[in-house]
């Protein structure tokens, strides 16, 4: 089985830039997309094919994909970015999987 | 606009089968490229993919629950089901359909989900 690693939380203070990565067996090599999800709500995609933005999302966040890392980065945080945010990897092989999630506090 | 909504069962006995459908609105799942697909995430746990059909009838499953999922769609009905057999308290869960297509191999529009509870 594939796996994607991701810290399991992270802290920021409002206004600054924070980077969650996600780890896993030759990830470039993969489409990487982003999602956040809000207690009680249903995950929001924030980044496809490693570093598009949907129609909606704020130019605050950006992503890449090298090696066996891809990272999400949310420049000038805000209270609202405060939510669970989670990897997910596709290629023909491992089909979707996504990473265990990362707990991003704003204080 | 696109919705999506999942509906079925809140609780069914360990080693029942377990029916979910997701009614959409939106995109017509016979359009090129088009998929929808089964994520779930049990209470405080991580997001897992189960399964995905394609507009063209194509279906994918989840290597590790591959013998007990079964995916079909009603393009008439705009309904896309999933069957889960032989289920345990372990697949208690929240479980969310989701549309797939226009952004590349990501999930682009969710439902509100279904909790599922599995008892023994």
């Known amino acids: 089985s594939y796996d994607l690693t991701q810290p399991p939380s992270l802290s920021v203070s409002p206004g600054q830039t924070v980077s969650i990565t996600c780890s896993g067996d030759e990830l470039v090599n993969k489409y990487a997309s982003w999602y956040q999800q809000k207690p009680g709500q249903s995950p929001i995609l924030v980044i496809f094919?490693?570093?598009k933005r949907p129609s909606g999302i704020p130019e605050r966040f950006s992503g890449s994909n090298s090696g066996s890392t891809a990272t999400l980065t949310i420049s000038g945080t805000q209270a609202i970015d405060e939510a669970d945010y989670f990897c997910?990897?596709?290629?023909?092989?491992?089909?979707?999987?996504f990473g265990g999630g990362t707990k991003l506090t704003v204080l | 606009q696109i919705t999506l909504k999942e509906s079925g069962p809140t609780l069914v006995k360990s080693t029942q089968a377990l029916t979910l459908t997701c009614t959409f609105s939106g995109f017509s799942i016979a359009s090129s490229g088009v998929g929808v697909g089964w994520v779930r995430q049990p209470p405080g746990q991580a997001l897992e993919w189960l399964a995905l059909i394609y507009w063209d009838d194509d279906r994918r499953y989840s290597p590790s629950l591959k013998s007990r999922l079964t995916i079909t769609k009603d393009t008439s009905r705009n309904q896309v089901l999933l069957i889960m057999t032989n289920t345990d308290p372990l697949d208690t869960a929240t479980y969310f359909c989701a549309h797939a297509g226009d952004s590349g191999w990501a999930f682009d529009y969710w439902g509100q989900g279904a909790f599922v509870t599995v008892s023994s």
């Open positions: 997910q990897a596709w290629d023909s092989n491992v089909l979707w999987v």
């Open positions: 094919q490693d570093t």
